[in-house]
């Protein structure tokens, strides 16, 4: 499954580039792009498992940047 996301309060080029390679480090990410201009995500994983990736997507990326959240 392959999503797109909104990032809100994305400050930083670096801190997006770490946020992307944690994600796609967690297991069963197919793949993790994140864009610091257009702010979005596209993440795609695998289907069964998407829910419980993308949390630990959220976790990741809160550890990274605090105020940056992942919009639904």
Known sequence: M????????????NC???MEAAIRKIDG???ANISF???RLVLEAEDERFEEILQ???????????ECKILR
């Open 37 to 39: 201009m257009t702010q």
């Open 29 to 31: 990410v197919k793949a």
């Open 2 to 13: 392959k999503k797109t996301f909104k990032l809100q309060d994305l400050d930083c080029a």
């Open 56 to 66: 630990s997507a959220v976790k990741a990326v809160a550890k990274i940047e605090p």
């Open 16 to 18: 997006a580039a770490k």
